[in-house]
């Protein structure tokens, strides 16, 4: 089996990355974790893929006059380590919109809601602030406008009644770390595809790709 190789960007802590790794360890996983990349050298994340035997790279953003040149940078540094894919793991940096059309159909980022409700930072304080009572995560593929993408796949958890935002960030990443290496999975046995707005997964009818996922 040849091993699809991933890129995983981060900008923080990096639980999802743990999850990609953990997952990639499996010797039936279709793809290997070649790189974890981060625009921040000082994220906690670095140190956790580095203890994992993982190649790290720091590119801070801050050193670079501006997007693009950034942007190029780290364009260079996943094509010199012959990446495939990419995964966006909490990377808190806009891309642009060059870096986005070259990596079309190849670069993916799990966003904590339910997409297209609660775009952008803060989701959970905002859907407590709104009262719904069905909140959770999203992979979709990335496009230039920001967290608008076509969605892959869902999960979705309960609000419970006496949520706060630190209970609800954590029933959510527990399905975020089940949800993100399912979805590497599909894209590294080629099962992915996007037709306009609308992924789809082969084998997966549409329907199941929303994963209602009890609490493990
Ligand atoms: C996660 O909530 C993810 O959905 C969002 O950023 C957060 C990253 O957390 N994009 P971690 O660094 O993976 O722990």
Redesign the pocket.
């Known amino acids: 089996m040849t091993r699809r190789r991933v890129a995983i960007l981060?900008s923080?802590?990096?639980?999802?990355?743990v999850s990609l790794i953990e997952a990639a360890r499996a010797p039936d996983f279709p793809a290997e974790i070649a790189l974890v990349l981060s625009n921040r050298p000082d994220a906690a994340?670095l140190e956790l893929a580095k203890a994992a035997g993982i190649a790290t790279l720091a590119i801070d953003h801050k050193a670079f006059p501006d997007r693009e040149s950034f942007d190029r940078a780290l364009d260079a540094a996943l094509t010199s380590h012959d990446i495939a894919f990419i995964c966006?793991?909490?990377f808190m940096r806009v891309l642009t919109d060059g870096f986005v059309e070259r990596w079309s159909g190849k670069m993916i980022?799990?966003?904590?809601s339910l997409l297209p409700l609660y775009r952008g930072t803060k989701t959970h304080r905002r859907a407590l602030a709104d009262g719904v009572l069905v909140h959770g995560?999203t992979v979709h593929f990335v496009v230039p406008e920001l967290d608008a993408g076509p969605i892959i796949a869902q999960a979705a958890v309960p609000v419970l009644p006496d949520d706060t935002a630190d209970t609800l960030?954590a029933r959510?990443?527990r399905q975020?770390h089940r949800l993100y290496p399912t979805v590497v999975r599909w894209f590294a046995e080629g099962r992915l595809s996007v037709a306009g707005s609308r992924a789809a997964v082969a084998g997966v009818p549409q329907g199941a790709t929303l994963l209602f996922s009890p609490d493990p």
Request: hydrophobic share 35%; proline share 5%; glycine share 20%.
């Open positions: 981060i923080g802590r990096g639980s999802n990355m994340g966006l793991a909490g980022n799990i966003h904590p995560c960030t959510i990443l975020e």
